[in-house]
């Protein structure tokens, strides 16, 4: 995914605040929000990564949301972030997830890599198709600017700061990701039906996940892998 410069990664480091628990967690039990792990500012990759390691199981949300995280909470050992366009589309993701199964899990090393291949195409579609609403086709073919196009996209506050969700359920027979966006959203199932090279994300994911389940135009896939 390209990446472009955060202002948070152009500030002094001593100017950037430290992690604190939410305080958005009103009404939930006193376990949920001793869980719930709010940013002060938008968080970095190594945020991420230094909060999953140091809990069992990490809430985390971006503090530029307006929602919170009401209705997205995870049972123990299990992770959930909730994150806007821009944070999600500047950190690294796939690192993130990746040290989750790796310290988190105890799947094999082989769908650890299914998993990691798969939501990469997800996260990466619901970003670009539909948070930010990019014009695939037409911009693939006709721009030879894409990220100068998703970088104007990325200044459109509305498309910024819609919300990211990803979600990871796990039990001894399976491994669920949950990809949760905010934009338009797109046919699923009509897009399978057309899986040709222009579309070679979705023949991954199909070629990984033991289940593809979408809900509400798309906005919500689930992918299932047996363990």
């Known amino acids: 995914m390209a990446v472009i410069p955060s202002e948070k990664a152009q500030k002094n480091p001593d100017q950037v605040q430290s992690l604190k628990l939410s305080k958005k967690t009103s009404g939930k039990s006193s376990d949920v929000a001793s869980r719930a792990i709010l940013f002060t500012t938008s968080p970095t990759t190594q945020d991420l990564i230094d909060a999953i390691h140091n809990g069992n199981t990490v809430l985390i949300e971006d503090s530029t949301l307006k929602h919170g ?23 690294d993701i796939i690192a993130v997830i990746d040290h989750f ?79 949760i966006s905010s934009g338009k959203g797109f046919d699923w199932h009509h897009a399978v039906s057309k899986i040709s090279s222009d579309v070679q994300g979705l023949a991954i994911i199909h070629s990984f996940a033991d289940e593809v389940m979408a809900e509400k135009n798309g906005k919500i896939l689930r992918l299932r892998f047996y363990t």
């Open 101 to 179: 199964l790796l310290h988190r899990t105890f799947l094999h090393p082989v769908l650890c890599e299914q998993i990691l291949t798969s939501t990469h195409e997800v996260v990466t579609n619901a970003i670009l198709w539909s948070n930010l609403e990019v014009d695939c086709l037409n911009n693939r073919q006709k721009s030879l600017n894409f990220c100068d196009l998703i970088k104007e996209r990325l200044k459109n506050k509305l498309l910024a700061r819609r919300l990211l969700k990803i979600n990871f359920h796990l039990n001894a027979e399976w491994a669920d990701v949950v990809i």
């Open 69 to 91: 995280l009401n209705g997205f909470e995870a049972p123990p050992g299990e992770l959930a972030l909730s994150l806007t366009t821009l944070t999600a589309y500047i950190i």
